[in-house]
T-cell receptor
Framework: DAKTTQPPSMDCAEGRAANLPCNHSTISGNEYVYWYRQIHSQGPQYIIHGLKNNETNEMASLIITEDRKSSTLILPHATLRDTAVYYCIVRVGKLTGGGNKLTFGTGTQLKVEL | DGGITQSPKYLFRKEGQNVTLSCEQNLNHDAMYWYRQDPGQGLRLIYYSQIVNDFQKGDIAEGYSVSREKKESFPLTVTSAQKNPTAFYLC???????????FGSGTRLTVV
């Protein structure tokens, strides 16, 4: 299983872009990169996922390097409500079984401040 | 509205008692999962189920049991064999391979 490495914490000023990095140097060719976030004492919330190409949705953008060994989640205009723990996850998936289990590490605590 | 519901939100039990945590979803998702989270830690997978009447152990299944008699329901029993049951328990579901998870709001279990 590919493992991920994230900084334990980051700060960001409100209104600025928050760029959260993730290293996944042992990722396999058929493994996706997922991002979730967890606001204190709530269930994690899905943000975005991608395989090779950059992805964008209403919440964030995901930039994956060409060699797929790292990625960056971008929150274009961070607000106080974006303060949360952000998890970068590489999907452990097998087409014939084992499901699409997601393994959560300790993530990055993003603190958005005025 | 479709979603995934965990109940109760807070649960207190005496040491040595079994306790069952409820997880119900009306998203028509095939797969369901139970995770445990300890303070300052990431989520650890307890059990998962890809289909009705089938489930698999996760990374920390000892002291837990599950059933999947209905597609909508995936209850988790924390047995007296679980050495340190006090934790935040999260249930999730997904349509299947390649899709993201939808999480419930969690149950905080405290054993006294």
């Amino acid at each position: 299983d590919a493992k991920t490495t994230q900084p334990p914490s980051m700060d960001c000023a409100e209104g600025r872009a928050a760029n959260l990095p993730c290293n996944h140097s042992t990722i396999s060719g058929n493994e996706y990169v997922y991002w979730y976030r967890q606001i204190h004492s709530q269930g994690p919330q899905y943000i975005i996922h991608g395989l090779k190409n950059n992805e964008t949705n209403e919440m964030a953008s995901l930039i994956i390097t060409e060699d797929r060994k790292s990625s960056t989640l971008i929150l274009p205009h961070a607000t106080l409500r974006d303060t949360a723990v952000y998890y970068c996850i590489v999907r452990v998936g097998k087409l014939t079984g084992g499901g699409n289990k997601l393994t959560f590490g300790t993530g990055t605590q993003l603190k958005v401040e005025l | 509205d479709g979603g995934i519901t965990q109940s109760p939100k807070y649960l207190f039990r005496k040491e040595g008692q079994n306790v069952t945590l409820s997880c119900e979803q009306n998203l028509n998702h095939d797969a369901m999962y139970w995770y445990r989270q300890d303070p300052g830690q990431g989520l650890r997978l307890i059990y998962y189920s890809q289909i009705v009447n089938d489930f698999q152990k996760g990374d920390i299944a000892e002291g837990y049991s599950v059933s999947r008699e209905k597609k909508e329901s995936f209850p988790l029993t924390v047995t007296s064999a679980q050495k340190n049951p006090t934790a935040f328990y999260l249930c999730a579901s997904s349509p299947g391979l390649g899709y993201g998870y939808t999480f419930g709001s969690g149950t905080r279990l405290t054993v006294v």
